[in-house]
């Protein structure tokens, strides 16, 4: 991520390996030995024929072609979950950004609704809101009963409607629109007051103030989250498990949901770990591409070696 | 390939320890903080090992459960009235809720820690047989420790795998419908009794709906297979062939039967859809609407009474409907839960002298209580009955257990493994008709295609 | 005073608004909190009122309180505080260290390792946890609350990628500047750079204390002990769909667990206000 413009061959300092070593001993440290000792087991088991009680035994690639020619189950779970990424992360960064932005003017009480805007990402997975939610959009729900008073009577509830639940898993998503929030709130607190001065002193109207300072400023903000939202919409596990577990027939069957069923329910770890490291594959793909543009719009005032 | 990766896995924790080494003597005070919490940690259970090594007596047993609250208490109670009375024997407790118990299991056993005794479930007992993680039991049976003379043979064979067995069962249960009465005076229809067939059953469900507006039936019929096992088994026929290699039914028309059965009634109103169904499980059993009387009846185990009696004591039991053209047995004595001893415990013996005390003897089971569902000794059954401490719902369930031993046919062999996903293709199959997305010929051709699949690849 | 009006009436409407979007944000934790006021036997049959027929504030709460197998639930609160805030503060630390070693510094094999930490987030953590386990196992960490630290004492990517992005929106000239008067690596850390991102350190630790407080996945599968036990794994231990359920010591319990990480927000929010460090320093 930080290519070199002008000097073709980097010359690393020695002083500046032993420093930066150092610095990241602590996370290098525990890298290896909860994230890349145990990413190195999954690969191997994604060979393997494992049920978690026998011995793996080495199939080769048995399990990933088996994702790809054989399994109906794999391609559905990867549409929900493209859909869902797809939908939810442009909803969720946007309206993020709009409330981080109403939040960030100076009102009394402005530290309470930045609490109550938090709160729904600290509840996320809970029982109390997966009841709350399934009775919303259930048959006697609020939902439901506004929809039929405007005239677009519903014989399945939302939820229970193949074509609508997915739509309801997402909503749940916006609404937990609170971290994403909070990460805008405190890259626009790091925004210097002056720029805004100097440009009222040029009497900018708002809405260029906004296009031509608020934005490129935040643009290492939006980045993050993009990234961020784009990793964790892949991984939406928890949502679909807790409200729907999968249903109605598979229509908000999460990926993660169907490799983690894949491995501790159907007891399929090695088939597992596969899918697991498709994913992998599919996320470094979308996150890596990123990356690549950020030079054309992200905006970094530290400039890039 | 196994010890290849275990020496790359040597190699690399020894330079992860290396490094860290390195970052200590550099004296970050984040890292010197780990590495002393590390040791004190470590010489803490040192010593506690000592402890065990020098008084040679003092047995240690893991046991782990699932279960509710009130699972916790009495099983704890249980397990220190047993400390009490033998003093040698200790007891690490992994008590936990369904959610993540059978995750945990499988990932301790991966590791080779699986705890010494466990309970069990039937979906995944065979998993567990088929790759040797459980003992068998059967030479404690067989020198006495275990005493198996008061349980039901058929019902105590259910546990027993490859001429192993595997699990010793802990208490049975049956097919039973749970009713309403209240709801089938205020329709002005005849309570439904042992001899109704699933005609009659039809009839009742539409009745109530007409009379009162409220659902007949209020159950998930494609939630798992037990029922429609119990359907097959009318017809003659059992679910799985004898090698569990595929469906063990020919016709697809009994599953069509069963679909189509149940779609009429939804397209009626008279049983809640899925998406009905789904609204009404969110509520949990104790507020469903058989318990409040806005639904008759349902299918479910015969401990269903007993379980929503704080509610509702007014709920009353009969065995599921006959079929009209066949006398096959349908029913069979569905063990509830099982304990099964670890292959790599170190205390089989003492597990075992437990278990045969936590089934058999009168003090576990009064404290017990028979929350894990009916016990499996004749003995205690009577017992309990004769202490007098149970509600009028548990003696009923007692009841029902004697009487459908006779009314049972030959129990099913152990679900095969790979049952889990078989039910989640009965779920979607099902459901694809309820939905309307596939024709009741399609879903059963479906079911079939797919369950062969599961099960040929799962017990080779 | 006309403009002064407009925006009075401005501020009031705000103020409406944000009100009816707070309502619908925190519906479910008002249900939770009445339906812990509520009677087992009538609380799903209540379900749908946010004010109870009838109030029971005690029994739930008492029934909670004694715990589980023998273990009362303060220890259970104890535990997930312990292994919350020694958890939480190495990783902030650590991540900060390592953010400013990547963003800062340019050494070898940086790219590599930052796509290490890229890496980390992507996969999921369902197939991750056996093979921890088993180190686990090889290290004799299982059942210690080590076990329930050790995976995020030392970084997370997360914490580690927002702390880079937020270094690089700050002008490396004031590094520069620092080094010219004399200063060190650590002492531009900590001296220049830590407080003008101080809410992106802020928000790291609320998402920390956040992230493992309710933690479930791991400390089911590492932790035998009730003993030991943190509050998800206490909570999830009132459940099983075949018994009869406690609910309402559930609700209850889960209200006090959801107490820690609002009171810690409500007292970290107001340190991201005063965020403007930088003002004045770039012009």
């Known amino acids: ?305 | 390939m196994k010890k290849n990766l275990k020496k790359v896995l040597a190699v690399l924790l020894a330079g992860t320890m290396s490094l860290s080494l390195a970052a200590c003597s550099t004296g970050k005070s984040t890292e010197s903080n780990q590495t002393t919490n590390t040791t004190g940690e470590n010489t803490s259970e040192g010593e506690a090992k000592e402890d065990t090594s020098t008084s040679q007596d003092e047995i240690t047993i893991k046991i782990a459960w699932w279960g509710s609250q009130t699972r916790h208490e009495l099983t704890q109670k249980v397990l220190d009235l047993y400390t009490q009375t033998h003093p040698n024997i200790k007891f690490e407790t992994s008590p936990s809720g369904w959610d993540g118990y059978f995750d945990k299991l499988s990932t301790q056993t991966a590791s080779g820690s699986m705890p010494d005794i466990v309970q069990m479930d039937y979906l995944y007992l065979t998993t567990y047989a088929k790759n040797n993680s459980v003992t068998n039991l059967q030479e404690f049976i067989d020198d006495g420790t275990i005493d198996v003379s008061n349980i039901d043979e058929n019902l105590l064979n259910t546990g027993k795998i490859d001429d192993k067995m595997t699990g010793l069962v802990l208490s049975s249960s049956m097919l039973s419908v749970g009713y309403n009465p209240s709801v089938f005076v205020e329709a002005g229809i005849e309570e439904p009794s042992a001899e109704w067939t699933w005609s009659d059953f039809i009839k009742l469900n539409e009745q109530i709906y007409e009379k009162t507006g409220k659902y007949g039936a209020s159950l998930d019929s494609a939630a798992d297979t037990n029922l429609f096992n119990y359907w097959v088994r009318q017809h003659g026929f059992s679910l799985f062939s004898d090698d569990n290699k595929s469906l063990g039914y020919e016709d697809d028309k009994i599953l069509e039967d069963y679909i189509t059965m149940w779609s009429n009634l939804m397209e009626k109103d008279a049983v809640p859809n899925p998406d009905e169904f789904a609204q009404i499980a969110t509520l949990g059993q104790e507020a469903g609407p058989v318990v409040t009387g806005d639904a008759a009846m349902i299918i479910e185990w015969n401990n269903y009474a007993s379980k929503v009696s704080t509610v509702n004591d007014k709920i009353k039991m009969v065995t599921p409907p006959l079929s009209q053209d066949s006398d096959a047995k349908g029913l069979w004595l569905k063990p509830g839960m099982f304990f099964s001893v670890a292959e790599t415990s170190n205390v089989k013996k003492e597990a075992a002298e437990f278990i045969n005390w936590f089934i058999n003897s009168e003090e576990a089971n009064d404290i017990l209580m028979a929350e894990r569902g009916t016990p499996v000794s004749s003995v205690i059954r009577q017992h309990m009955i004769d202490g007098g401490q149970m509600t009028d719902q548990q003696a009923a369930m007692f009841d029902a257990i004697d009487s459908a031993i006779e009314l049972a046919g030959e129990t099913p062999a152990p679900d095969p493994v790979g049952m889990s996903e078989v039910n989640e293709a009965f779920k979607n199959a099902a459901n694809s008709v309820y939905y309307g997305q596939k024709s009741v010929a399609d879903a059963a051709a479906t079911f079939r295609e797919e369950a062969n699949a599961i099960l040929a690849r799962n017990n080779q | 005073m006309g403009r002064k009006n407009k925006r009075k009436i401005h501020s009031v409407l705000f103020h409406i608004e944000a009100c009816m979007l707070g309502f619908i944000m925190i519906y479910p934790l008002l249900w939770l909190l009445a339906s812990s006021f509520k009677s087992n036997q009538t609380m799903f049959q209540d379900a749908y009122s946010l004010i109870p027929k009838v109030w029971d504030v005690a029994t739930n709460y008492k029934s909670g309180f004694a715990g589980i197998g023998g273990v009362r639930f303060s220890t259970f609160f104890m535990n997930s505080l312990y292994v919350t805030v020694v958890g939480m503060l190495g990783c902030v630390i650590s991540s900060l260290f390592a953010a400013y070693a990547f963003s800062r510094i340019k050494f070898r094999f940086g790219n590599i390792l930052f796509g290490c930490v890229m890496m980390t987030m992507m996969i999921p953590a369902q197939v991750m946890v056996v093979p921890q386990y088993i180190i686990l196992k090889k290290l004799n960490l299982i059942d210690t609350r080590i076990s329930l630290i050790l995976p995020w004492f030392f970084g997370g990517a997360f914490f580690i990628f927002l702390m880079v992005q937020f270094f690089q929106g700050i002008p490396r000239e004031l590094d520069e500047a620092a080094q010219i008067d004399g200063c060190g690596r650590i002492q531009t850390l900590f001296k220049i750079l830590v407080p003008i991102v101080k809410p992106a350190i802020i928000t790291s630790s609320i998402f920390a204390f956040y992230w493992i407080w309710q933690d479930f996945f791991q400390p089911l599968i590492f932790v035998n002990s009730t003993k030991k036990f943190t509050i998800p794994l206490a909570l999830n231990m009132y459940l099983d769909p075949n018994s009869y359920n406690n609910y309402g010591g559930l609700f209850a319990m889960s209200v006090i667990s959801l107490l820690p990480i609002i009171l810690f927000f409500i007292i970290f929010q107001r340190y991201l206000v005063d965020g403007i460090a930088m003002d004045g320093i770039k012009g």
Request: positive net charge; glycine residues 6%.
């Open chain 1, 1 to 305: 991520m930080k290519q070199s413009n002008t000097i073709i061959k980097t010359h690393y300092k020695r002083e500046d390996n032993i420093a930066a070593y150092l610095m990241l001993s602590p996370w290098i440290f525990g890298f290896v030995l909860m994230w890349l000792l145990p990413m190195i087991i999954s690969i191997y088991y994604s060979f393997t024929d494992f049920n978690l009680l026998n011995e793996p035994t080495f199939i080769g690639l048995k399990n990933y072609i088996r994702a790809f020619t054989e399994d109906k189950t794999f391609y559905k779970a990867l549409g929900v979950t493209f859909t869902y990424v797809l939908i939810l992360v442009p909803l969720r960064l946007a309206f993020a950004l709009f409330i981080a932005m109403l939040l960030n003017k100076k009102h009394k009480g402005l530290g309470i609704y930045r609490t109550l805007y938090y709160v729904p990402s600290i509840i996320g997975g809970s029982i109390a809101v997966s009841v709350v939610w399934k009775q919303m959009f259930g048959n006697q729900g609020v939902i439901m009963s506004l929809l039929n008073a405007l005239g677009m009577e519903q014989k399945v509830s939302l939820l229970g409607n193949t074509n609508t639940a997915l739509g309801v898993i997402i909503l749940m998503g916006v609404w937990q629109f609170g971290s994403s929030m909070l990460i805008f709130l405190s890259a626009l607190k790091q925004i210097p007051y002056s720029l805004y001065e100097s440009a009222m002193v040029d009497g900018a109207k708002p809405w260029k103030v906004f296009s031509k300072i608020t934005l490129p400023m935040l643009t290492p903000t939006i980045f993050f989250n993009l990234i961020l939202q784009i990793i964790n919409g892949f991984r939406v596990f928890t949502e679909s498990y807790v409200i729907t577990d999968g249903g109605p027939l598979d229509s908000t069957l999460s990926y993660v949901l169907y490799l983690y069923r894949r491995a501790f329910t159907f007891f399929d770890m090695g088939y597992s770990c596969a899918l697991a490291w498709i994913l992998v594959a599919i996320i470094g793909i979308f996150t890596l591409f990123l990356f690549k543009t950020q030079n054309s719009w992200v905006h970094y005032e530290a400039g890039r070696e």
